[in-house]
């Protein structure tokens, strides 16, 4: 059976959309993910707006929601998610990061909600809603042909690499993730071991990396070395900087590929179809 994705936001840190981000988006981090006749969300950025719209429309009642981490630019979109205000459908949460802080994954998403910062409460949310926290590296079926591998990843505050294991096949989504220079990092090898696509916190270039270490993000270089040393088919090119315009996008995109034919670049809207 195949395993769909569609991206529903690319970007990271904030949303730009603008006359300049048009070709690839400009929406944070929210991907689609579609395992036979099951789908789920990886991560609640600003792209999950519109994706709730297509599940209201679509009549789609279950509802499961994995997040990396709670970072605004991967959760700010979770309180425009209609089906979450809609008490006929049921939405499951789940965390890996939260417990060793010692917070949940309810408590923050409350927060972010809570006066001032928001007029409307956690509570106005009328679906059935259950928050569930693991420890990044716990595996778990989420659906009863659906593997998911986890591991912790190397951002501050904490974050978790999916590894979604379907019909023979294997997808990866690893952001965000700061790469230590000349170390391999053992749990992403792991995780994107033999993968069918790793879609990887590419924010930065070689050139930029260096004034940046500290801040939580890697580079398409370092992903494209981890998929080669790994065994992994595809490299999908994610978690565009905001500064990155198009054009900009468009010269990466051709560097990368000269580099290694299994690269590409997400762009919003983008669906990958393994099968």
Partial sequence: MALRIKFWGVRGSIACPSSE???YGGNTSCIEVVAGENRFVLDAGTGIRQLGQTYI???IRDIHLLLTHTHWDHINGFPFFGPAYDPVRAVRIRAGHLLKAGSTIRNVLAAQMDSPMFPVPLEAMRAKITFEDFHAGDEFDLFPD??????PLNHPNGAT???VEHGGRVAVYITDTEHVPGHDDANILKLIAGADVVIYDSTYTEAEFPNRVGWGHSTWN???RLCRMAGAKKLAIFHHDPDHNDEFMDR?????ARAWSGTFVCREGMEVVLD
């Fill in 21 to 23: 981000h048009l070709r």
């Fill in 57 to 59: 429309r679509d009549g």
């Fill in 146 to 151: 659906t593997k998911i591998r986890t591991a």
């Fill in 161 to 163: 690499g999916y590894r």
């Fill in 222 to 224: 370092e992903g494209m």
């Fill in 252 to 256: 990466l995109a051709e560097e990368a």
